[in-house]
């Protein structure tokens, strides 16, 4: 009976493992994903998109040290302020921790702000947290790299 306690016990504590390893690999999924619609909506300058990915309370830092918060960001993209023609992403990692996660990678893009043509290369990092089931971009903060 002892022996069948015990491997009811390990039996149910490798469930709960691979359960929480599956969950944490269908959110880094799910990061991922949230990610690409960011720089879908920053693209396209898509208010609905780029409403729908950014938290409230967003805080949006530029590497000139500018910072918005989510009604500024999402005007900037829609008026052309910020106006992107291509973003390519690299060396992007992705960590969850529970409710939040944060994304890192490099952006390297064409820009044409307020009609001017220019290039961007900067390194970000990025806040998301889990609001009802949806990842929402909570933090943002770039700088410049060579």
């Not at 691979?18 to 991922?32: L, Q, R």
């Not at 307020?114 to 009802?132: D, E, M, N």
Request: hydrophobic share 40%.
């Amino acid at each position: 009976m002892k022996t069948l306690k015990m491997l009811l016990a390990i039996a149910l504590i490798a469930v709960v493992c691979t359960a929480n390893a599956a969950t944490k690999g269908d959110d880094k999924k799910d990061v991922e994903q949230a990610v690409e619609k960011l720089r879908q909506g920053m693209l396209n300058g898509d208010r609905a998109t780029l409403e729908s990915v950014a938290a409230e309370e967003l805080s949006y830092g530029h590497s000139n040290g500018r910072v918005e918060d989510k009604k500024e960001f999402v005007e900037a993209f829609v008026s052309g302020t910020s106006d992107f023609k291509t973003i390519e992403l690299t060396d992007q990692t992705v960590t969850v921790s529970g409710n939040t996660a944060w994304v890192r990678h490099k952006l390297y893009g064409e820009t044409n702000d307020k009609g001017v043509p220019g290039t961007a290369k900067i390194s970000i990092l990025t806040v998301w947290v889990k609001q009802k089931g949806t990842w929402k971009l909570f933090a943002r903060q770039a700088v410049k790299i060579q």
